[in-house]
C-alpha cells in the first residue's frame, strides 16, 4: 500500500501504521508552528507565528531536512476537514453583516483586491510554466 502513496522504497514511515504517520506528521506540522511562533516572540516581528513556521518547514522541506513522505498523512487529514476549519470565521462575519453600509465598500474593497492578486498571480503563473522557446 505504502508506493501509490509516494513513500520512497525501503522507508521506515511506510512501515508505519496509519495512526502512527498521521501522529508524526501532525508533530511535525505543529512543532513548526510552535518554532514559528517562539522565532516571532523572541524577535518581536510584527508577523503571524504559524506564517513563520510554515516558511521554516518549506524551508527544511526544500533542504531536505523534513522528507514530503513525512506529512502525508496528516496533510491528508487536514485538507479532509478543511471546510469546517472556515465555519467559525463564516458564523462570526456573518453575525457583524447587519453593522452598516460600510460592508458594501469593504466587499467591493475586498472583491477588487482578490481580483487584482487573482490576475497577476494567473499572469506570473502562466509566465513561469510557459515552455523555452514558445510563444512570447
Do not use: K
Request: charged share 10%.
Amino acid at each position: 500500500m505504502a508506493p501509490e502513496l509516494g513513500f520512497p522504497e525501503g522507508s521506515v514511515t511506510a512501515r508505519l501504521p496509519a495512526p502512527a504517520r498521521f501522529v508524526l506528521g501532525a508533530g511535525i506540522l505543529t512543532g513548526f508552528a510552535a518554532l514559528g511562533e517562539g522565532l516571532v516572540a523572541w524577535a518581536g516581528w510584527p508577523l503571524p507565528g504559524p506564517v513563520v513556521g510554515m516558511a521554516l518547514l518549506w524551508a527544511a522541506l526544500g533542504l531536505r531536512v523534513v522528507r514530503l513522505h513525512w506529512l502525508l498523512e496528516a496533510a491528508d487529514g487536514l485538507l479532509g476537514v478543511l471546510g469546517l476549519l472556515f465555519v467559525p470565521a463564516t458564523v462570526g462575519v456573518i453575525q457583524f453583516l447587519s453593522a452598516g453600509a460600510a460592508w458594501g465598500a469593504w466587499l467591493l474593497v475586498l472583491v477588487a483586491g482578490l481580483l487584482a492578486g487573482a490576475g497577476v498571480a494567473g499572469v506570473v503563473a502562466a509566465r513561469l510554466v510557459r515552455p523555452e522557446g514558445g510563444p512570447g
